[in-house]
């Protein structure tokens, strides 16, 4: 498992507009490659919680992954663009689980600040008995 965690600034809707049309792609047509790009799609509100989910393999988005707060009994949902966001927690640790159907769930902790909000790249990977699957036919 592999966190990364950094502030960023969300890309309004407008931001194709001014950015290189290879910057505006369907984002199911390529991985989000940089941390810029990731950054891009993050916002750091005060007391909010902002979460991009990847495929380990591929750095994909991962729709539908869902991400759930267990100290305070809150899930929500990643968008296309892998996303989830939380809004409005109280400052201080919470501890998060995500999971998706044919990933290996993973539990971290994130630290929510009463100026800043936080930000976190999460990657969920297959697991390991799945990749290592061998078919053989006769």
């Given at each position: 498992?592999?966190?990364?965690?950094?502030?960023?600034?969300?890309?309004?809707?407008?931001?194709?507009?001014?950015m290189p049309r290879a910057g505006c792609?369907?984002?199911?047509?390529?991985?989000?490659?940089?941390?810029?790009?990731?950054?891009?799609?993050?916002?750091?509100?005060?007391?909010?919680?902002?979460?991009?989910?990847?495929?380990?393999?591929?750095?994909?988005?991962?729709?539908?992954?869902?991400?759930?707060?267990?100290?305070?009994?809150?899930?929500?949902?990643?968008?296309?663009?892998?996303?989830?966001?939380?809004?409005?927690?109280?400052?201080?640790?919470?501890?998060?689980?995500?999971?998706?159907?044919?990933?290996?769930q993973i539990t971290d902790s994130?630290?929510?600040?009463?100026?800043?909000?936080?930000?976190?790249?999460?990657?969920?990977?297959?697991?390991?008995?799945?990749?290592?699957?061998?078919?053989?036919?006769?």
């Amino acid at each position: 498992m592999r966190v990364v965690i950094f502030i960023a600034v969300l890309i309004s809707s407008d931001a194709c507009k001014t950015m290189p049309r290879a910057g505006c792609e369907d984002s199911r047509q390529r991985p989000i490659a940089t941390a810029e790009e990731r950054g891009a799609l993050l916002n750091s509100e005060p007391r909010s919680f902002w979460g991009l989910v990847l495929d380990t393999h591929s750095k994909r988005p991962l729709l539908g992954a869902s991400a759930y707060l267990l100290d305070l009994n809150v899930s929500q949902v990643s968008d296309s663009l892998g996303i989830f966001r939380f809004k409005q927690l109280p400052v201080g640790w919470h501890h998060i689980q995500l999971k998706r159907l044919g990933f290996e769930q993973i539990t971290d902790s994130v630290f929510v600040s009463k100026s800043s909000g936080a930000t976190a790249v999460f990657e969920l990977s297959v697991p390991r008995s799945v990749r290592c699957l061998t078919v053989t036919t006769t």
